[in-house]
């Protein structure tokens, strides 16, 4: 049983349109963070959400952290075919170590 | 250039080999982080170090095992190889391990038992 699920597993979408990429749990989170992660690369960080309800924006991607602190969304507004890649949520209970959701591989076709 | 270096890049060995991975942090980070990342699994954590001591374990099977030297690096060894093995297998680093400090990976290495 995956602790942070994230839906869809897989979306592909016409250069343009705009995206909403869902990370959920059961638990409760002290932060929860989204990483990118390209072929043949490691993740890369994106941003840390850290207040149930906190919204941050990082240029076209804005990220959302619930009210409780047990989910976040990612949305991406016009998306362009730079921003295909494995999206990956990844949530923290206190000083433990980063649990990781699946993934949500997104495909930005030209 | 993220600054976590992982050696090889690429590792072809036949099945009940030992293979060891390394790891060089970035530099100024204390805590190194050890992920398997295989299709169907996802990252799946399997040992942190912070300081040269061990810290937190995952799901890392009794083959496997790692250490965290006095200079930072870190090694993961793998033993008693099996086809299931195949993966790519990740090192992440951080400066300490509390507070919301996100993870910096390496390249990883892709580790194929044949």
């Known amino acids: 049983t995956q602790l942070l699920e994230q839906s869809p597993q897989f979306l592909s979408i016409q250069e343009g349109e705009n995206l909403t990429v869902y990370c959920n749990s059961s638990s409760v989170f002290s932060s929860l963070q989204w990483y990118r992660q390209e072929p043949g690369e490691g993740p890369v960080l994106l941003v840390t959400v850290v207040t149930g309800g906190e919204v941050k924006k990082l240029k076209r991607l804005t990220f959302q952290f619930g009210d409780a602190r047990k989910d976040s969304s990612l949305h991406i507004t016009a998306a362009q075919p730079g921003d295909t890649g494995l999206y990956l949520c990844?949530?923290?209970?206190?000083?433990?170590?980063?649990?990781f959701g699946q993934g949500t591989r997104l495909t930005i076709n030209p | 250039d993220s600054g976590v270096t992982q050696t090889p890049k690429h590792l072809i060995t036949a099945t009940g080999q030992r293979v060891t991975l390394r790891c060089s942090p970035r530099s100024g980070d204390l805590s190194v982080y050890w992920y398997q990342q295989s299709l169907d699994q996802g990252l799946q954590f399997l040992i942190q170090?912070?300081?040269?001591?061990?810290?937190a374990k995952g799901n890392i099977l009794e083959r496997f095992s790692a250490q965290q030297f006095p200079d930072l690096h870190s090694e993961l060894n793998l033993s008693s190889l099996e086809l299931g093995d195949s993966a790519l297998y990740f090192c992440?680093?951080?400066?300490?391990?509390?507070?919301?400090?996100?993870?910096?990976f390496g390249s990883g290495t892709r580790l194929t038992v044949v």
């Open positions: 990844a949530g923290r209970q206190g000083a433990q170590k980063l649990v």
């Open positions: 992440a680093s951080s400066p300490t391990v509390s507070g919301n400090y996100g993870y910096t």
């Open positions: 170090y912070y300081n040269g001591e061990e810290r």
